[in-house]
């Protein structure tokens, strides 16, 4: 047992090695996000607009208000993971475990078609309490997701090969959901996009995502176990994110991405079913 602060206390768990079977593991839980994520990005916006008949700026009203709710569940969230309890399997894996069911679960809720017959009133309120409920399960997988990588190894180059892999998990499932499932999801012009297709294509999504999620916890093994004996509170916390001014940096950069990352996965679909149609 190593001490590290008055805080917490670490153990290195007596482990297989740290092999590519951990990293291939990380890998997929990135592509996993994705079947997630990315087909929420590229698709619920003109599945809202062209079969469930939401206007342009009712959505813009959804998807901003989303964001101040994601940013309180972001922090909930993590504060929930960092403190909840370690399991004899770790303390991330869980979360994943049970969180992947209602995510997948959120992510088909989001596409079902025969809410485009119900009222506008009942219409936007479905939209809006299951497009809310996804954005907080998707923190409650990915967060813990994220944080598993101090937790599979103490050593520098192992955590930089996590994150190596990581990327190509994102990189591959990204490419997955841009270019392979559009082929499934469109027929012809944007006049014939169906809101059937559309829910069956993402039921097959969220049966591959929950592969993936399922290999990642099954392939990986959280060797680095802290427990926590004293909370930090929050108040140190946001003082001490403040405080440091590269963390900050690395918000705003970060920041610019998602923007620009959810800007251009929106658009492109409208730009080649209405303008391109094709």
């Not at 299951?130 to 923190?139: N, V």
């Not at 990581?166 to 997955?176: E, Q, T, V």
């Not at 392979?180 to 294509?201: C, D, E, L, T």
């Not at 940096?249 to 959810?262: E, F, G, S």
């Amino acid at each position: 047992m190593i001490k590290l602060d008055k805080t917490q206390k670490t153990v290195l768990v007596d482990a297989h090695p740290f092999s590519i079977k951990d990293k291939i593991g990380y890998m997929f839980g990135d592509i996993g996000n994705n079947f997630s994520f990315n087909v929420v990005n590229s698709f619920l916006m003109i599945f809202y607009t062209n079969v469930l008949g939401l206007t342009g700026a009712q959505v813009g009203v959804l998807f901003i208000t989303a964001r101040f709710v994601d940013a309180f569940a972001d922090i909930t969230v993590g504060r929930l993971v960092d403190n909840s309890k370690l399991h004899k399997i770790g303390r991330f894996k869980p979360w994943i475990n049970r969180m992947k069911y209602p995510l997948l679960i959120s992510l088909v809720l989001l596409f079902v078609p025969i809410v485009k017959d119900w009222a506008l009133g009942a219409r936007l309120a479905y939209v809006f309490i299951t497009y809310l409920a996804w954005g907080i399960f998707y923190s409650s997988v990915n967060i813990p997701y994220g944080s598993m990588a101090s937790a599979i190894s103490s050593s520098p180059n192992d955590k930089t090969s996590l994150s190596t892999f990581r990327a190509m998990g994102s990189a591959l499932g990204s490419a997955i959901t841009s270019y392979i499932i559009p082929m499934f999801m469109y027929v012809g012009a944007s006049q014939k996009i169906s809101g059937n297709r559309f829910f069956w294509v993402v039921v097959v999504c969220a049966i591959l995502g929950y592969i993936c999620y399922q290999l990642t916890t099954h392939m990986t093994t959280e060797r680095v176990r802290t427990e926590k004996s004293e909370k930090v509170p929050m108040g140190r916390l946001v003082k001490g994110m403040l405080e440091n001014k590269a963390l900050i940096i690395l918000v705003i950069v970060d920041l610019i991405l998602v923007v620009n990352q959810n800007l251009s996965g929106t658009l492109i679909s409208y730009l080649f079913n209405d303008y391109f149609q094709n």
